[in-house]
């Protein structure tokens, strides 16, 4: 008898993907294609909603190929957080554009918001600052600018989703309106401690109630797709960085891992309660799943691998992503040479949406080689100003500080940039076997919610080490570093 498999769904912010998993969580067959980028005005970022679902299905059958869709036992699914889709509940079509984490197009109602004094009562109720990174001021701007569309919303005429939602909806055919716990914890429509949608804040965000959806279980019923040749439940769910937190095993509290794809993402859990940060960083849902609830805090980078690509598409100064690695090792020293790639403001814990992007300390001698390594350097600094604020965090709620970083997503592929991400931080770099974890937890969610995981033990038995990184440079040596960083970091920042 066969063993059954998972699809993992993992629909990013420059690739959709799939990955057939077995009933050991052991990848088999994985296919991706990137999405476009769209970028219709400075600051604004946008996906093709139909473009996300297309590709999502076509990764789907490709990895399906010679598998036969009853032996698939469940489907999980993680995406891209806080991206917003609105759609047509009768035709399935998107009304507009997916409006992406990273737009900054409303940072003057964020602004205004703030000056109101309404920062504290959001933070209160969500966990979330207020920053145009979150779902409510991208569902408002597209309720105010679509004509009729927010009274189509109070008729119940139009849906509302962060992606996973939107692919829930198209997988069943429109049956299901639905999302998780950890996607509807992005949207600042949340309370944070009941985990329902809460009535201020649809009321300061003017969001009639029925555009939402359902908020269920990270490992929970989503409904049933038959697009495969058999019906499939869709049984697991959550946003990319926690489902990468469940596939790093990170289920006790203090547990912290940070992942690098287009950002970067540093969770630690803390455990049962929802943890308020006192250092900038957010509090959110880290799952739902056989009972417990867990919460993290978290600090989140716009640009990580986004830099690598502007190298790459831009610049020109490598062809793929891969070459960086080669080139950064070329280097000549340059410690005074700073790269601050805020191409969309800078997220945590700065929260400044009108900051921009800059080289600091160019020299005549400085070329290519020394700019990709200032650029994957200041991936590494970003990631100790989250890791610092974080200790900061846990110290308050009582928690030990971290004793290594658990690290995956596709740039930590890179061995060089993983040794100067522990030289850097000062933390031991784990970094795991399987690396794709974002998709490994969408997986594991499924496999619990179809009865192939007994239970969170039998996950983080699982867990496997492929290799670690340990600091080698001195703690004087990496403050003095670190000083021009942020040296460099307040000379373009317009919030200071």
Partial sequence: MKLPYILAIDQGTTSSRAILFDANARPVASHSIEIRQ???????????????????????????????????AAIGITNQRETTVLWD?????????????????TSDRCRALKAQGLEEKVSARTGLLLDPYFSATKLEWLLDHIPGSRAKGERGEIAFGTVDAWLIHKLTGGKVHATDVTNASRTMLLNLKSLAWDDEMLALFNVPRAVLPDVRDSAGDFGTTELFGAPIRILGVAGDQQAALFGQTCFNPGDVKSTYGTGCFALVNTGAVATPSRNKLISTAAYRAKGQTAYAIEGSIFIAGA???WLRDAVGVIRTAAEIEALARTAKTADGLYFVPAFTGLGAPYWDPDARGAIVGLTRDAGAAEIARAALDAVCYQTRDLLDAMARDMKAAGLGAPAALK?????????????????????PVERPQITETTALGAAYLAGLGAGLFGDFGQIARAWALDR???????ATTRDSLYDGWTKAVSRIRTVV
């Fill in 468 to 474: 670690r990184f340990e600091p080698t440079l001195s």
């Fill in 38 to 72: 769209i970028y219709p005005d400075n600051g604004w970022v946008e996906h093709d909603a139909t473009e996300i679902w297309q590709t999502t299905l076509t990764c789907c059958r490709e990895v399906l190929k010679g598998i036969v869709a009853k032996d698939v």
């Fill in 89 to 105: 509940r009768r035709t399935g079509e998107p009304l507009y554009n997916a409006i992406v984490w990273q737009d900054r197009r």
């Fill in 407 to 427: 690290v995956d997503g596709g740039m930590v592929k890179n061995d060089w940039f993983c040794q100067r991400l522990a030289d850097l931080t000062g933390l």
């Fill in 307 to 309: 830099v690598v690509q």
